[in-house]
DNA sequence: CTACATACCGAACGTTTGTTATGAATGTGC
DNA sequence: GCACATTCATAACAAACGTTCGGTATGTAG
């Protein structure tokens, strides 16, 4: 009943790290069974044994996106609260490191498939819907604490902060030299520092 | 020298058109010459006709993407200046309507595959550029009108602006119903209305 | 009318794609 | 050691791909 002289979920996991490397290097659109195999000096047969076809790939990759974005190596240590953790969250999405444009190259690609099949359409709904809510605890934290103000509606917050964000990730991905890591936190904090600002605006 | 029972532009715009059409509905990854001969009820050999290969069809879409967003029907006529102008410049990308939502669905994802081709990502670069000094051009004229506070950089400005807004490109079309049109206007002038107040912050 | 250039179809080409089947290793359970 | 399950390479497959090309129709130029 268990013959196993590998390690299933290790080489499932291989495989998955394979896809990423061919995904960062050449996109959503360079995303083929053989590459896939070579990327890892395999064959196309032990990738279909551990991925039933292309589309479970795809779906797996789009999977470990919001995970690895959430198991990025912390900037800052600290469990912070507030306007401070909502700073670390949106930092966290940043290519500020290697490995986080690897990442961000490969989101941004994603976003070509997702919005033509119906199914990753829903899971990468879902998942920013994910997101927002993580930045709306930390918004609503941040008004408890008198940081933000707190007639302001959070969710409409954290929506502004996560498309000022991605945005973001947009831009420095095209336009690296112009902003590199620094420049992207010194905007960051500008942004945050005018949701601070933002308490006596009326409509 | 000049045998023309049919007009070269119109029937190049044509082609172009049915390219829109496929990449409107299936993205990037569903751009193939029959697929575009197929939508203008043509063969491939009318398509290969017009544009030399695959390649010169994705680099003339891309091309447009930035024409079409520019000729997009006003939202309001009269020519604004300053603080108005720059609003009027972020609600002209946002899809506010089923022609603006087309755009920005090809728009999104026309960065995988420019992400990937160093010649695409060259021209992107370029354009978003562009994009960026139009908004700064009209962030200053708002600086000088004492709309915006004259001490905070242009540029960083145009920047968190472009990227606020694209981001919320994203947002928009993976949860179209919780981001309708009125929606988006509402957050646009929320973020301005922040920059505006953001007159008494330092470092 | 003759020559010629353009417009376009239709089909073929070689390649690459996702998928599937065969079969040889290599282990475990009894 | 005799089944049997797992692992994986190899190879085949049809489908779809970008590209190329011969052929036909239809215009203009002289």
Redesign the interface.
């Known amino acids: 009943m268990s013959p196993a002289r590998t390690d299933h979920d290790a080489r499932r996991h291989d495989v998955s790290e394979a896809v990423w490397r061919v995904l960062a290097?050449?996109?959503?659109?360079?995303l083929t069974l053989r590459a896939v195999a070579a990327a890892m000096g395999a064959s196309t047969g032990l990738v279909t044994h551990y991925f039933a076809g292309k589309h479970e790939l795809i779906a797996h990759a789009l999977d470990i996106l919001e995970a690895r974005t959430r198991q990025r190596p912390r900037l800052e240590a600290p469990a912070a609260t507030g306007l401070p953790a909502l700073r670390i969250h949106l930092l966290d999405i940043l290519p500020l490191t290697p490995d986080g444009v690897a990442i961000n190259?490969i989101w941004?690609?994603?976003?070509?498939?997702?919005?033509?099949d119906p199914a990753l359409?829903a899971a990468?709904?879902t998942r920013?819907?994910r997101i927002r809510a993580v930045l709306r605890a930390a918004i609503e934290d941040a008004q408890r604490l008198g940081e933000l103000p707190a007639r302001a509606d959070a969710w409409?917050l954290a929506?502004?902060a996560?498309?000022?964000?991605?945005?973001?990730?947009?831009?420095a991905?095209?336009?690296p030299d112009?902003?590199p890591p620094e420049h992207q936190i010194?905007?960051v904090d500008?942004?945050l520092?005018?949701?601070?600002?933002?308490a006596?605006?009326s409509t």
Chains 1, 2 share one sequence.
């Open positions: 290097e050449h996109g959503f659109a360079g190259r941004v690609g994603s976003w070509d498939v997702a919005l033509s359409f990468q709904a920013y819907e409409r929506t502004t996560l498309s000022f964000t991605h945005g973001l990730v947009v831009q991905l095209f336009a112009r902003l010194e905007l500008d942004f520092a005018g949701l601070a600002a933002d006596d605006q």
